[in-house]
Each structure stands twice: as C-alpha cells, then as structure tokens.
C-alpha cells in the first residue's frame, strides 16, 4: 500500500488546480480519474476555446444557499492570478463579451498548461482508475482502493469530482455519494446552464421558428439577463435561456423581452398613423425577424393593414413581444447542461479550506459543491478559486 499525503478524486479543472497547488507546497500527490482523458470538460468547453474566466467575475455571479460562502476562495484567488497564470504560459486571448475570457486558439492550451504545471511538481496523475471503496483510516487520514485492488492511504483526501452534467463524457454522482458516506448534507441537484423544453403543442406551433435568434431580455420573477436568444425545434436556447434556465423552476412562467431596443406599441402606433396601409407584419419585422413577426401577427388574427386594426388589438400584439409570457414544460437535462445546481452543502465546509467540519482531512471543491456560476466564465474561476483553497492546506 502507498501512503500519500494528499489523494484528489477528479482530474478536472478544480482536481488539477488543487494538485498544482498542494504540489507547489511539497505535498506527495496523487489525482485518480476515471476517464482515459483528463479534464474532458475544460476540452469541450467554450466551444473548444474555454472561456477560462470571467474579468467581472464576484459572489453576485454566482448561486448558492449561502451567498456568502464563495466570498473569501474568490478574494483570494481571483480571475486576475488565474489571467497570470494563463499569461505567463503566453496563451493568447481574447474578451468576446461581457468580461468572458476565451483562449484565441484552443481549449488544450489551459489542459496543457495545467498538465505541464502538475508535471512540475510531480503530481502522479492516474486515468483510468476507478474507485471501489473509501474509507476513514483509524489512525487518521482515509484509504482510497481502486476496483483493480490497488490501496493508497492519504492524509487528505479531495473530492473534485464535478457534477452531474453532461455523463456521456464522465459525470457521476460520486462526489455526492462520498458526502453522504460521511454523513454531509446534499442540497437537492438539478440541471442548470441548460436550453428549455415546450410541451408538444408549443412545440408543434414554435417549432417553425427553430433557428431563429434574437437579442433579450429573459426575466424570471426579479431576476433577468439581456443576451442572445434562440429558438430550437424542442423549445428555447441561447445564453439568456441558459442564464434563466438556472433560476426557473418547473410550471413557472418566464417573461421575454423579443426587442429590448424598442416599444413595439409606440411604434406599432406610429406605424398605423403614418403608414395606415402598411400590413401588420411588415411593421413588426422592422423589430423581429421576419419570420417571428409573421408568425406573431398570425396569432393575433391580424394579417391586415395597421390602419384597419384597433389600439387595443396592437396593444396586445406588443406585449408579445415586449413581454411575451411563457412557461416552459422542462428542460433539456443533464444531457447538455452546462452545470448542476446544488451539491454539498456549504454548511458543511469551511470556506476558508473547503475541509469538511465533519471529516477531518475530507475536501470538496469545484462543482460538486452547492455553488454555481452563471454562463460565462465564472464556473471554472470558482473551480480554480476553491481548488486553490484547498491546495493551500491539503
Ligand atoms: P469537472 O467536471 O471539470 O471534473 C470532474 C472530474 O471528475 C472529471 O474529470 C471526471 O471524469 C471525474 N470523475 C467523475 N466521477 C468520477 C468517479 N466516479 N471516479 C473518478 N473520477 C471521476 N464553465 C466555464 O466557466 N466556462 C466555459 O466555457 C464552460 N463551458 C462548458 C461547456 C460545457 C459543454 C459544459 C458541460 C460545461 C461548461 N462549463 C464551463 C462548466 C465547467 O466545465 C464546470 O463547471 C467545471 O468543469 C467544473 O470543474 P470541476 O473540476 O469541479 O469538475
């Protein structure tokens, strides 16, 4: 058997960082991963580009049960020291909007750049491997078997195992089970970051307007986010989707701002005094894609001239597009979710470290705990923050 001083669980963005890190301070360490790859996800993320952090990254981006608790791992690791790091590497990058960070060429640079520093420091990396069994030694620290019977016994042992989302490319639930094995709380999961889903009429009616996409404003009760919105042939996608996607939750209604720009009523009004003859659709399509606009206008019955059509039918009209109603049946799932919401509870840790207060020498960092970033960029800066943390003190 081997004795280490620090085994982490996950070869991905949090995992690597952390064993950057506790390598850096002279620490024995070993990463064991399942998959024959290391950080798959960081490979497919930004559309194979990363978006590595975010400029603007703060608590606000981020939802927890506790607000509070991504505070101090943010503080004291920023997107600033990861920039740096990226920098230092002269991987070149580029702010494609809204403070989101994308390497210029590709995503392998950020996993070549934290492989290369793993090597620096001698961390033993080991894919393939999966776990059978974890367990508290009695002298202290845990013993970790492989399925293959291979045991190691290490000082501390950090779960970076991620969420739920995407399987087909490694997501288990075993961070979770690992939590509950030592008596932690799990905030209930859920798929996040992810497109929504009409039911079949809905579908059947929208569906035609699969492609199109529009700049929004998609609100869910106070909270909203202005950014690019597209329709699919199962319902709705695009990052204001995404964003919201993480707030709402089933039978709830979502509100939609198809043209943030304008007041379709002041210029439907306007259109009707100085262009009576002008078909309804043509007005709208000076603030939809066509497209939309023909479909919205059929709804309404109102394929006539604005002339001929009264206030309050184009008041109605507008409200579909400045506050259009609508309440999505689900979603898409851990299937393409971007991130799982919830995890372990944050209750359960120490902010400062990450370390469990239950299980000594227990860490758990990154997705797998109940802290979750908005789409852009602020995902991976609270796994290099809170892998980070941890590898201060494994
Ligand atoms: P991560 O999931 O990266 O790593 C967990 C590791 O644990 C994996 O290597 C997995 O194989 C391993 N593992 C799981 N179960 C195991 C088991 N039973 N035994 C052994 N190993 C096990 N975020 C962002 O900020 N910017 C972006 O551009 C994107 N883009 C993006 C695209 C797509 C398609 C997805 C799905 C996600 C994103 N994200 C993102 C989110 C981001 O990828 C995610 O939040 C981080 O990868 C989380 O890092 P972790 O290290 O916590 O988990």
């Not at 974890?134 to 969420?163: D, K, M, N």
């Amino acid at each position: 058997m081997k004795n280490l001083d620090v085994i982490v669980i996950g070869a991905g963005a949090a995992g690597l960082m952390c064993a950057i890190e506790a390598g850096n301070r002279g620490r024995s360490v070993m990463v064991i991963d399942h998959a024959d790859q290391p950080a798959e996800k960081i490979r497919i993320s930004g559309g194979g580009r990363c978006n590595f952090t975010n400029l603007h990254a703060k608590p606000e981006n981020y939802i927890s049960q506790n607000k509070r608790f991504c505070v101090s791992a943010l503080k004291r690791y920023t997107q600033h020291d990861f920039i740096a790091l990226v920098d230092r590497y002269n991987i070149d990058w580029h702010e494609k909007t809204l403070g989101q960070l994308f390497c210029d060429e590709s995503a392998f640079q950020i996993i070549d750049m934290l492989l290369n520093e793993c090597d620096d420091v001698d961390v033993d990396i080991k894919l393939s491997t999966s776990i059978k069994e974890i367990e508290a030694a009695p002298e202290g620290g845990y013993f970790v078997t492989s399925l293959s019977g291979a045991r190691w016994h290490c000082q501390s042992l950090v779960v970076a195992c991620g969420g739920l989302s995407i399987p087909k490319i490694g997501a288990t639930g075993f961070g979770y089970q690992i939590a509950r094995q030592f008596g932690l709380e799990i905030i209930p999961t859920r798929a996040a970051l992810v497109p929504l889903t009409f039911d079949p009429d809905t579908r059947a009616d929208l569906g035609q307007m699969a492609g199109i996409s529009v700049d929004a404003v998609v609100a869910h009760q106070k909270t909203r986010f202005r950014e690019g919105l597209l329709f699919t042939h199962r319902g709705l996608s695009g990052p204001s989707i995404l964003q919201i996607s993480s707030y709402w939750r089933e039978a709830e209604t979502i509100q939609i701002n198809l043209n943030p720009e304008q007041d379709a009523f002041d210029l439907l009004k306007s259109a009707k005094e100085e262009t009576p003859k002008q078909m309804v659709h043509n007005v709208l399509s000076r603030m939809l894609p066509n497209r939309l606009a023909q479909y919205i206008t059929a709804k309404h019955g109102l394929e006539r001239p604005i002339g001929e059509t009264g206030d309050k039918a184009l008041r109605k009209l507008a409200s579909d597009v400045n506050q259009w109603q609508i309440a999505p049946q689900g979603s898409e799932g851990y299937r393409t979710a971007e991130v799982t919401l919830g995890g372990v509870d944050t209750r359960e840790l120490s902010s400062q470290t990450m370390e469990s207060r239950k299980a000594p020498g227990l860490y758990f960092i990154g997705e797998v705990v109940d802290v979750t970033g908005h789409l852009g960029g602020f995902n991976f800066q609270w796994a290099w923050s809170s892998g980070w943390c941890a590898g201060q003190v494994v």
